[in-house]
């Protein structure tokens, strides 16, 4: 996957983000914090990873379905790639 190389660092940022925000939620919970901030801190890591997910997804689609020079087959396959994974998440 050309594009995730392409944006790797600010990938890396992102997934480094999520993972302070993941802590700070265990933390959170092992000091028995108000549910209200648990909650928010659960809607802030899902927000970033839905965000992750948007920027992954709109480069690889772009990368390999709006790309002129592959093949009917091979688009075909991509898209199925992008279904499947799509699926997966929204479950």
Known sequence: MAHT???KKQLLTRVR?????AEALEKALE???D????LQQIAAIRGAVNGLMSEVLEGHIRE???ANDI?????SEDLEQVVAALRSYLK
Do not use: D, M, N
Request: glycine share 8%; proline share 4%.
């Open 17 to 21: 983000r999520i993972k302070g925000q």
């Open 71 to 75: 093949s009917p087959q091979q688009r």
């Open 5 to 7: 190389i392409k944006s």
């Open 35 to 38: 549910c209200s901030a648990v």
């Open 31 to 33: 000091r028995e914090t």
């Open 64 to 66: 390999h379905l709006g």
